[in-house]
């Protein structure tokens, strides 16, 4: 995994379902996880105990929302982080302004996620 480029969200499956216990799917699961901590800019309004007294198909549409929500949060994050880094010697490139509040979200953001994906994985992966 370190040889490879993770810049695309979408290759996280790819990368961690082949180490998870049989029965577990990242996103699927781990959005539960991502859910409790009630961050709304992370996973959308619904609640985790909104999203659990659900059933059926609303339960599903509700953590498909919240996987999406995630998804393109920090897809969003991660595009910005690669623009920056990657444009900033390009004048005819015109870079996205961040304040600095809109800074400190995006890493609390990150190390949300990053840690949360950690515990996940270390709780449901192969032994």
């Known amino acids: 995994m370190e040889m490879d480029s993770m810049l695309s969200i979408s290759r996280l499956d790819d990368v961690f379902n082949p180490i998870l216990a049989s029965g577990h799917k990242l996103w699927a699961d781990f959005i539960v996880a991502m ?18 007294a659900l059933s059926g198909e609303d339960k599903e549409k509700a953590t498909k929302k919240a996987i999406d929500v995630l998804q393109k949060r920090i897809g969003c994050i991660v595009k910005t982080r690669h623009d920056w880094i990657h444009n ?24 949300l996620f990053v840690v949360t994906l950690d515990n996940f994985i270390e709780t449901h992966r192969l032994a």
């Open 88 to 111: 900033c010697g390009r004048p005819k490139t015109v870079i996205q302004k961040c304040s600095y509040g809109e800074a400190c979200c995006r890493v609390r953001d990150v190390k």
């Open 35 to 52: 859910v409790a901590h009630g961050r709304v800019r992370l996973t959308g309004p619904k609640t985790a105990a909104e999203v659990a």
